[in-house]
């Protein structure tokens, strides 16, 4: 085993160094990013820093006053008083003046245009002139009054730090390992896009899969040489920029106010970048196995690097500390604890509790990603999309058509019912969904009748649905009565069902039944099941909508109930063949529910009433669904006939 | 002009085709709300714990333990080397003239938050000690009073446009670039080049159609990108700005300016891009050589962001590039002035013209479409053959 | 050597590409897969050569199953392939060393310079493999195949692609491994190269296995291999 994995290794590396590409981007993240951007950054800190000073603290700005003017705001030399009056219009032309003061009684009231920068500095400058002036004319009345001036009336206190060194290390600790992770992060993509995704591209993986070598071996080369390139960048980048430092190059006492790059802290940063690169590189394989070509890649690599950046980014903000609390967030851990060792705060405990965490993490996606390396099998290219799509498999457009569809109604829908709960509510229900339930088949090009099971139901198949409904709503209570304790609906999505009650009850009834009714149905057990069901079995397709369906409803008191819902409808669409029967025990539920609900009937308070109902119904329904399964086998795709 | 229709119908059609161009339309419609959810949510989180806390304080100036006894901050014995040891957060002594000392590990995050809680206290008995001292020798205080000349949904959209303003350039650079490498470069290792090239196309109308749907794709982008930033933001101001909360969302008509002006940005964007990558054959060098240039296409953006700061945005007017950031901020919170947008516009056409006619004369356009003949040093980087 | 049994491979959708396939094929002999583009012989190989499992049926090459023993078959055999790569930035002799190293030969450097001056890679061996013409790269695939000496070579239509004077110098390779005691499994569409090296020949089309016998026998029954191929393919 250990000869094949060095085997692969050297064989990876030889071809890595082949590469002018792969040391242009070594150089590029290591140096280039390292001692040069740095020196780049601190000069680009010194001049921004002098105009600042130039325009924001210098240059007076413009205001105009109404007489009379105290002495005190005219000899302020921060600010300016120019001819006025004028009218707000005025200032935002761009006039003289930024502003208008005037006195009225011991008020200095400012009248300014909120939409101009400059006005927004003209308040801060006032605000300290104020001030100012107050405690002027305090102190010349309390010393002409032949007292004291001293504390507490003039108090004045100054920071001691007990900790001179730290305070360099806590700054940089707060700003380099957010770079060091991007840097990382770049080099690991572009390593396992490399060693992965482009051998399937080349037609090499073929080659180098019939060779007799194990497949763990393989992988696990692969991995090493990912993870080693990766760490490399980073120890190069820490060893750089400390040697940088102590030849003087590199101002960092500059940017961090002291000497960051002690024999301690450079240690610390080299750990950190070696976990961090472990960290990384598994992540990176996941992307590069999931991936079929490098352009899939790289779309792919987008959500990727904001999933990782976003928690170097929470652990960058000064008030986030390592703690009970932190410690479980991955990347942030390894952030904070590198900043918490820089800035000499780490305790052993907490230190050993992270390091068990990271390393049981990173053993976790390592092992994860070998899951999905061995499930997916990396070097299968399998059918792309498109061959896939023409043999009438359009099994993994489903997972996408959901996510897009969900993401796009959680995020406009949301705005939509900011704007008006009802309205909004409608809005976004008869738009988003029907559209993503519509286009999504349209454009992977998959039958529309077919996989909407769009077809005319008979009579029975109409009393089925009404029954389902009756039933689905019965044992729903029931569900969410026995849950209660266990899981409750959050405060707020109770406020907002609460919120709709408010409305005249035909307007909710078409809001709140009639049109998720329609329109969910015609997405979950139209679009996604129809398209699970072109690759996977009725059972497989039915509980995976439902599960989809329970997730639209974000709340997990609710995605439990919802996606039983979810069963029972994609259940009525596959016995009948027509989403007909689903839309109408779908909108039947809920009209029960917002029916009850605003004719003041507390679903807890129907007790043994409710077990009753739901008995009845789940017979009757049972009794339905027999009978309707005779002689109507569901319509599987495949029998509907291939695009 | 019908060929050149059907031209841009088939480079359409070709980039629609693809999911990946699709998806990245749609990645900043799903990625902004995120990213803005996760990052609210994570400083509420860390605002909310430290809210919680109670900071452990050693007073050692008898007359201010009352001062300071009071939440967050809880007077305890201690000494320095508690301090040191990390069972105190701050330790307060009065030096011998009289000042006041806050020994503090800066180090700490609990400590620099400790030592602000205190100096927060010692300001606030101070202020009370003066405004009593004014009140006994009849001195007239101020106080300030600011009264906004604009309503509140005007503030709304200032911060709104100054956001978004700053980020412009960059959601044109970043929309730019793949739509560019899909529609110039993808085609040069596929063997459908070579069937373009030897039809009768005319050159200026083929460059012409890809560049207009390049550029129209990446201004798509860009506006959704816009559009998500803007209602994300619209979204969540309040947690940003509480006064703002339910503030009415009231556009400026001037808002119309943004498509334009995104529109220019995005050719010009294009343009640069589609020259640059013409030295690249595959999708991963031109990746290569955007990792390099962005640094360079971003600058503008930069430079643009303390022009929204600083009120001089009308000098920047002439500029492409660096003026979509604040032709944007001024379009969106209702300040733009016309003829800054139509020199806007003339010098974004102006610098396609000039990039895109001067390569023609150079090197001919045939090279923006096949990428032959780039230098010999490119070859010997990428170390292909 | 090779003994398949109702190979079968069943691709979502579902597209049945194999469907029950079974031959033998013994030592010493090339056994030709004969079939229209698309008829499964692709499919077939892939599955014997561990690339994809099948989803019924057995296959056994040199004594080991392909499921249960992958790696005792993956010793056994030589792949080449049509869309089989090359490492372009590796040279001729440091791709035919690694592979062998990667086979796990102790002897790489040593084996490799044998099957260089066997296959006259020599005047190119130090070039990189992406700068080579067709007919070198060609050379060096097979060279590749046989770096660990097996005892199977499985030819997915390997001369695809290549002009007659490259393709006649491969097919002299192929004789030479099957004078040499290897089986070889040979797929392509090209009757006349079938006429040329298969002992025994299968006819496959549309997953199924139309007819088997000795290149002899269908030559005798219907003149040529094409019209055998065109009859039998009709036929069904």
Redesign the interface.
């Known amino acids: 085993m250990l000869?094949?994995v060095l085997?692969?290794v050297?064989?990876e590396l030889?071809?890595q160094t082949?590469?002018?590409?792969s040391l242009?981007?070594f150089l590029?993240l290591a140096v280039g990013a390292g001692p040069l951007g740095l020196v780049a950054m601190d000069r680009w800190m010194a001049v921004?820093e002098q105009s600042a000073e130039r325009?924001a603290k210098t240059a007076p700005i413009q205001l105009s006053a109404d007489p009379p003017i105290p002495s005190w705001l005219v000899e302020d030399d921060n600010l300016e008083i120019v001819p006025g009056p004028v009218?707000?219009d005025d200032?935002?032309e761009?006039g003289e003046s930024y502003g208008h003061a005037r006195?009225e009684g011991?008020?200095?009231?400012?009248?300014?245009?909120?939409?101009?920068?400059?006005s927004n500095m003209l308040?801060g400058r006032?605000?300290r002139a104020?001030r100012r002036?107050?405690?002027d004319?305090?102190k010349a009345?309390?010393v002409a009054?032949g007292e004291p001036w001293?504390?507490?009336?003039a108090?004045?206190?100054?920071?001691?730090?007990?900790?001179?060194d730290?305070?360099a290390?806590?700054m940089a600790g707060r700003s380099l390992p957010a770079m060091l992770f991007f840097l990382l992060l770049?080099m690991a993509m572009y390593a396992a896009v490399d060693v992965i995704t482009k051998e399937k591209e080349?037609?090499?993986?073929?080659?180098?899969?019939?060779?007799?070598?194990?497949r763990r071996a393989l992988l696990l080369g692969k991995a090493l040489v990912v993870f080693g390139l990766t760490a490399l960048v980073g120890a190069t980048w820490v060893l750089g920029l400390a040697a940088s430092e102590g030849l003087g190059v590199l101002r960092v006492p500059n940017l961090f106010e002291g000497a960051v790059f002690t024999a301690a802290n450079t240690g610390v940063l080299l750990m950190g970048a070696v976990l961090a690169s472990l960290q990384v590189s598994a992540a990176a394989l996941v992307v590069a196995a999931l991936a079929p070509s490098?352009?899939?890649a790289?779309?792919l690599s987008?959500?990727f690097v904001?999933a990782l950046m976003?928690p170097v980014?929470?652990a960058s903000?000064?008030?986030?500390?390592l703690g009970p609390?932190t410690l479980w967030l991955p990347v942030s851990n390894v952030v904070l604890a590198v900043r918490s060792l820089?800035?000499?705060?780490l305790?052993a405990g907490l230190g050993a509790a992270t390091l068990g965490v990271v390393v049981a993490q990173t053993a976790a996606t390592l092992g994860l990603a070998g899951w999905i390396l061995s499930e997916v099998d990396p070097?299968?290219k399998g059918?792309d999309?498109e061959a896939?799509r023409g043999?009438?498999?359009f099994?993994h457009d489903a997972f996408?058509l959901f996510a897009?569809a969900m993401?796009?109604f959680?995020?406009?829908g949301?705005?939509m019912q900011?704007a008006d709960p009802v309205l909004g509510l409608i809005g976004s229900l008869g738009t988003l969904l029907p559209l993503a339930a519509l286009l999504g088949p349209v454009?992977v090009g998959a039958p529309l009748r077919e996989t909407l099971s769009l077809r005319a139901p008979s009579g029975r198949d109409l009393a089925l649905g009404a029954a389902m409904g009756l039933t689905v709503h019965g044992v729903g209570l029931l569900v969410a009565a026995v849950m209660q304790p266990f899981l409750q609906t959050p405060d707020a999505v109770a406020q907002g069902i609460l919120d709709l009650a408010d409305t005249p009850l035909p307007l909710l009834l078409f809001a709140g039944a009639v049109m998720p009714g329609v329109c969910e149905e015609l997405l979950f057990r139209g679009a996604l099941l129809g398209l699970l069901r072109s690759?996977y079995s009725i059972v497989v397709s039915v509980a995976v909508s439902s599960v989809m369906f329970g997730f639209m409803h974000l709340d997990l008191a609710r995605i439990v109930v919802t996606a039983a819902m979810g069963v029972a409808f994609g259940a009525l669409v596959v016995r009948t063949g027509s989403i007909v029967p689903g839309m109408i025990a779908h909108t039947l539920n809920n009209a029960l529910f917002f029916g009850l609900a605003s004719a003041g009937v507390a679903s807890d308070g129907l007790g043994i009433g409710l077990v009753v109902w739901a008995l009845c119904a789940t017979i009757a329904t049972g009794g339905l669904v027999s009978l309707a399964g005779r002689g109507r086998p569901g319509i599987r795709m495949?029998e509907g006939g291939?695009p | 002009m019908t060929v050149f229709l059907h031209m841009l119908h088939l480079e359409l059609r070709r980039a629609l085709r693809d999911a990946n161009t699709l998806l990245y339309i749609g990645f900043p419609v799903f990625a902004y709300p995120f990213m803005f959810w996760a990052g609210i949510e994570g400083l509420i989180y860390v605002q909310q714990a430290h809210e919680r806390e109670t900071w452990l304080v050693a007073v050692e100036a008898p007359a201010l333990v009352e001062v300071l006894d009071s939440p967050p901050v809880r007077a305890v014995p201690g000494t320095l080397v508690d301090l040191d040891a990390g069972r105190l957060d701050a330790l307060v002594d009065v030096d011998a003239e009289g000042a006041v000392r806050i020994h503090h590990r800066a180090g700490s995050a609990r400590s620099r938050a400790a030592t602000e809680a205190v100096e927060e206290a010692l300001a606030e008995h101070r202020t009370d000690l003066r405004t009593k001292a004014a009140e006994r020798l009849g001195v007239p205080l101020y106080t300030l009073r600011s009264e906004a000349t604009d309503d509140p949904s005007r503030q709304l959209m200032w911060f709104l446009a100054l956001l978004i303003g700053m980020l412009a350039p960059a959601t044109l650079v970043i929309s730019a670039t793949y739509p560019t490498i899909e529609l110039f470069v993808v085609e040069r290792d596929k063997g459908t080049l070579e069937t373009l090239m030897t039809s009768a196309v005319d050159r200026v109308k083929l460059v012409g159609a890809r560049m207009i749907v390049a550029a129209g794709l990446a201004w798509v982008a860009s506006m959704a990108n816009v559009l998500a930033l803007g209602l994300t933001l619209w979204h969540g101001a309040y947690l940003v700005v509480e006064r703002l909360q339910d503030v009415p969302f009231v556009l400026s008509p001037s808002f119309l300016a943004v498509p334009p002006v995104l529109a220019g940005g995005a050719l010009v964007t294009t343009a640069v891009l589609a020259v640059l990558f013409s030295v690249a054959r595959t999708f991963r060098e031109a990746q290569m050589i955007f990792s390099a240039a962005a640094f360079v296409l971003l600058a503008p953006s930069m430079v643009s962001v303390f022009a929204c700061m600083e009120d001089f945005s009308r000098d920047l007017a002439p500029w492409p590039l660096f003026h979509t950031s604040t032709l944007a901020f001024d379009a969106l919170r209702g300040q733009l002035v016309a003829t800054d947008l139509l020199v806007g516009l003339a010098t974004d056409g102006l610098a396609v013209a000039v990039l895109l006619g001067g390569w023609h004369v150079v090197f001919g356009l045939d090279r923006l479409v096949t990428g032959i003949g780039r230098p010999a040093w490119v070859d010997r980087l990428t170390g292909e053959t | 050597m090779i003994e398949v049994d109702g190979l079968t491979k069943v691709f979502p959708g579902p597209v049945t590409a194999v469907d029950g396939v079974s031959f033998r094929a013994d030592r010493g002999e090339v056994f030709g897969l004969l079939g229209a583009n698309g008829a499964g012989k692709t499919t077939t190989l892939r599955m014997l050569v561990t690339l994809l499992a099948p989803d019924g049926g057995t296959a056994r090459v040199n004594g080991h199953d392909v499921v249960r023993e992958p790696e005792a078959v993956r010793r056994s055999i030589g792949f080449l392939s049509v869309t089989t790569g090359l490492y372009e930035r590796l040279t001729a002799r440091e791709l035919l060393v690694s592979f062998g190293q990667l086979q796990g030969l102790p002897d790489a450097r040593a084996r490799a310079e044998r099957l260089i001056e066997r296959f006259g890679i020599g005047p190119f061996a130090d070039q990189r493999c992406g700068r080579l013409s067709t007919g070198m790269k060609q050379k060096v695939s097979i060279a590749r195949s046989l770096v660990h000496d097996p005892p199977v070579l499985v030819l997915d239509e390997p001369t695809v692609g290549l002009d007659v004077l490259v393709a006649q110098t491969f097919l002299q390779a192929v004789e030479e491994a099957r004078d040499e005691g290897r089986c070889v499994v040979y797929s392509t569409h090209i009757m006349s190269e079938v006429e040329r090296l298969c002992d025994r020949v299968a006819i496959i089309h549309e997953g199924r296995i139309r007819h088997a016998a000795s290149t002899a026998e269908l030559v005798a029954e219907h003149g040529s291999v094409e019209a055998a191929f065109i009859a039998r393919v009709t036929a069904c």
């Open positions: 000869r094949a085997a692969v050297r064989h030889r071809l082949r590469q002018a590409q242009l981007l590029t921004t325009s009218t707000s200032l935002l761009g006195i011991d008020e200095v009231v400012l009248t300014r245009p909120f939409a101009v920068t400059r308040e006032l605000v104020v002036s107050n405690v004319r305090v009345a309390v009054s001293e504390p507490p009336l108090l004045r206190w100054r920071r001691e730090t007990r900790d001179e730290a305070r290390g806590e770049s080349k037609g090499t993986a073929e080659t180098l899969l019939v060779v007799a070598i194990d490098f352009r899939a790289s779309i987008m959500p904001i976003a980014g929470f903000v000064p008030t986030v500390e609390s820089m800035a000499g705060e305790t070097f299968d059918l999309a896939r043999t009438g498999d099994g996408v897009v993401l796009g959680w995020f406009f949301t705005v900011k454009y690759r495949e291939r």
